[in-house]
């Protein structure tokens, strides 16, 4: 038998399609030729395979070697084809008896010594194999405990190329993947450790309770980091999607931890001021990888010192977060990815983060708006809360034990306003009052009755609230009513809403 196909999965950002690795061996000069849009990693394969399968063992077969990947239209990236073709030209040269593999799926990158080496995207490679009727896949052990996440799928890992010839020449038993780690609890900050900021805390329970982006200003040592890291705390669990989504990034990226198991907690992405365009929204050479943004997916992207960032890298975010998705053009082809995730910016008044007055800062008037005015409008228009918090006074630090409510407290008020914004717009699948698009907020039965909202046109009318603001607005209103138990926002709520999208104690 001269010719041989194995199944394999390739990424196209976090979508898996099937790949045919086929080999055909023929008579000529010994060569190995690869076709079907390999990348770098993929011509390097060769040398590889040759080392791993004459290191295993086996015999290398000196002819002229076509290795075809399909379909050949469709981009491939890494390492993960490389035990798929050494099996395929194990069985191209009659060494193997490829029948137990028929419909089995087969990762995994190989050393020269023929160790099975782990891969990055494996949990969406093998959803994409389930998704494509292929429920049986072979995995280096090293990705074991997380492809075992996919359901339905049996799994089975090995750690060398030798074990994968020996099942299939001889049925000697895979690797069973480990059983599921425990779980972790919540762990982190807690909201009670925050002293004072009674209005940094609700615009904080407000931004989580909707989904809606936040701004924090003030003094430094006000405590904006401080609410920004206990964020995460107040936000419910990820359901089996969402996790499955988030997970599969982290997956993707090569962050995944060792333990295996869905990613349950809002992630939290808090890049250095120095990130670049390409860290925050994702970039590379041929497969452009997930970048912050992506990474903070369902979760939070936090920006301390926000004008301290290129305003390349800022304005590049405006895209990810009307449509909550990042699209990357390369040369090669496009990639996608999911990017709905709660942007958090914290800003310091001015340059030298001194305290404010004429006795400790030394930034004038014009420093100070230029300082803030890197901040571009058509950003801070997407941003909903933005609130400017007070000093903290003596007392409010001192005070033994903290004032304010827990993490969990809040939490459970924000997974009831949750609930009720999901039941509401359940026909249409929006999940928070941020995702409802302004013009369904406008018409009934959803449209507020003008009583309530005469200020808020006012506004509009005046210039000082564009129109995106004005259904940012109203989507606050809605927040509000659900955190406070009301079927629809009243006027009070609507002034609330104002207050802190102003912040300025309309």
Known sequence: MSYAKVLCVGLVGVTGHVVEVEADLA????????????????????DRVR??????????????????????????????????????LLGGSGELP?????????????????????????????????????????????????????????????????RLVGFVRDGTPLIEPPDPAPAEGPGGPDLAEVAGQALGRRALEVAAAGGHHLALFGPPGAGKTMLAERLPSILPELDDDAALEVTALHSIAGLLPAHGHLLRRPPFQAPHHTATVAALVGGGSGLARPGAVSLAHRGVLFLDEAPEFGKGALEALRQPLEHGRVQLARSRGGTEYPARTQLVLAANPCPCAKPAGDTYCECSPLARRRYLGRLSGPLLDRIDVQVTLPPLRAAELMEAGGTGESSATVAARVAAARRAAADRWADSGWRVNAEVPGPRLRRPPWRLPERDTRELRGRLDSGSLSARGFDRVVRLAWTVADLDGRDRPHAEDVREALQLRMGDGA
């Not at 000529?28 to 690869?34: D, F, Q, R, T």
């Not at 020269?112 to 490679?125: E, H, N, Q």
Request: charge should be positive; aromatic fraction near 2%.
């Open 27 to 46: 008579p000529g000069l010994p060569a190995v030729a690869i076709s079907g849009l390999p990348d770098t990693a993929l011509h390097e394969a060769r």
């Open 51 to 88: 080392a791993a399968i004459v290191n295993s063992g086996q015999r290398w077969p000196n002819r002229r070697i076509t290795l075809n990947l399909l379909p050949a239209t469709l981009p491939k990236f890494g390492s993960a084809f490389d035990l798929a073709i050494a099996v395929a």
């Open 98 to 162: 490829l029948l137990p593999l028929e419909r089995v799926v087969v990762l995994g990158e190989l050393g020269l010594d023929g160790t099975v080496r782990p891969v990055r995207g494996v949990l969406p490679m093998v959803a994409a194999a389930a998704r494509a009727g292929l429920h049986r896949v072979v995995v280096p052990v090293g990705n074991a405990a997380e492809a075992a996440v996919i359901p339905g799928v049996r799994v089975r890992a090995v750690d060398t190329l030798h």
